[in-house]
């Protein structure tokens, strides 16, 4: 019995070592890996977050860099890995194909700097459409996939403008020399090219307008039509601009549109406070071409609020009063209050304006009068007796 016990105690022990010798060995098949990572700024990274992924079998690790930009990862099983640096949820580069083995640590280091140049060179390299195959090697098949699709949308862009441009310089030449049919085809040809290009419908819309004072009858209400279409087209895309407002109700005046021409100088001079002068200005021409003498008077004043240094509004409100003077029993011109002030006003800002004559002579009818009674001139004055 005792020499059994012996035997049995013996066995044991000898289980023991040898599943510590086991145990030794399997510790001895891990490697590590450790780097160190430089920011865009050219400085140790402190918390870039390094992946490290087994490839040969399916694995993940990770770690994060110190202070010093420094990682380590120990108790790795030997075998061929994938190694990613990460920072602000970027992956910037990946390494592939790192193998490790025992002893010294795998070294994988990163500079996010250099990253940063060689990414921007291969971009512009791909804008250019100049990339080369030597400049890819080393990228993952993503990182390839997405420099040739930057490629192609850059190839395509190049045609597009090229197209858009050649249409759209076509039509300004022809616009120049007042062919109005050859600039229109051409705006339209840009238009289909690049929808979105308000220059291109602000053109065409004004090409009509114009050309819409050229012809007559249905011609001219068809290219009228036209003209609006095409500034509707240009509100669509850019509504808060005063200018194009304020063409769109010249052209919708033109059309005979007036309440909706006055609604558009309206919406610019509300856009547009320091601009609004000019907009009731042209919103009191528009008025004044249609008959409206009042609406007229109404919108050159509004003028003149908005800009009380407008010198032309204060000539149209004056001449908008003097229509409304009468001839007195003596024979004199009765203005209406604000007369005179007006056009006065008018030559204080402009003395040398193109309405400074008729100003004048306006100021000068006012203040003289137009006699009513006869004179016989054989009569004569009556002498004075001398004392």
């Known amino acids: 019995?005792?020499?059994?016990?012996?035997?049995?105690?013996?066995?044991?022990?000898?289980?023991?070592?040898?599943?510590?010798?086991i145990a030794g060995g399997a510790l001895a098949q891990t490697s590590s890996l450790e780097g160190h990572v430089i920011g865009e700024d050219g400085k140790p990274l402190k918390g870039a977050l390094i992946h490290i992924e087994r490839t040969d079998v399916r694995g993940h690790y990770k770690v994060k860099t110190d202070k010093k930009g420094h990682y380590f990862h120990a108790g790795l099983p030997l075998g061929r890995y994938s190694v990613s640096c990460e920072f602000n949820g970027k992956v910037w580069d990946t390494v592939q194909g790192v193998r490790t083995t025992l002893g010294d640590p795998a070294k994988v280091d990163f500079n996010l700097q250099e990253m940063r140049k060689r990414q921007q060179a291969l971009q512009a390299a791909a804008a250019r459409g100049t990339l080369t195959e030597e400049q890819t090697k080393g990228l993952s098949e993503e990182q390839k996939k997405s420099l040739k699709a930057q490629m192609e949308k850059r190839s395509k862009a190049m045609k597009k403008n090229k197209e858009l441009n050649d249409a759209f310089n076509a039509a300004m030449a022809a616009k120049e020399a007042k062919q109005w049919d050859v600039a229109i085809e051409n705006l339209e040809k840009a238009g289909a090219v690049d929808p979105e290009q308000i220059v291109v419908w602000a053109q065409l819309a004004d090409t009509y307008v114009q050309k819409s004072g050229t012809v007559t009858g249905a011609a001219k209400q068809e290219a009228l039509t036209k003209g609006i279409e095409a500034y509707e087209k240009v509100l669509a895309l850019k509504p808060e601009d005063p200018a194009y407002h304020n063409n769109y109700a010249l052209a919708l005046a033109r059309a005979g549109k007036m309440p909706e021409a006055e609604a558009e100088l309206e919406k610019a001079a509300q856009l547009n406070p320091t601009g609004a002068g000019k907009y009731y200005y042209n919103l009191g021409a528009v008025m004044i071409n249609t008959g409206n003498q009042e609406a007229a008077g109404m919108a050159f004043k509004k003028a003149i609020e908005a800009d009380p240094n407008y010198a032309n509004a204060y000539f149209q409100y004056g001449m908008y009063l003097l229509a409304k003077a009468k001839l007195g029993e003596d024979g004199s011109i009765k203005p209406v209050p604000g007369t005179v002030e007006a056009l006065q006003k008018y030559l204080e800002l402009d003395p040398n304006g193109p309405f400074a004559p008729s100003a004048q002579g306006a100021i000068q009818s006012l203040q003289g009068s137009v006699s009513t009674s006869y004179t016989n001139p054989d009569s004569r004055k009556k002498k004075k007796k001398k004392k």
């Open 1 to 21: 019995m005792v020499a059994l016990a012996r035997k049995l105690a013996f066995l044991s022990g000898f289980s023991i070592i040898f599943l510590f010798l």
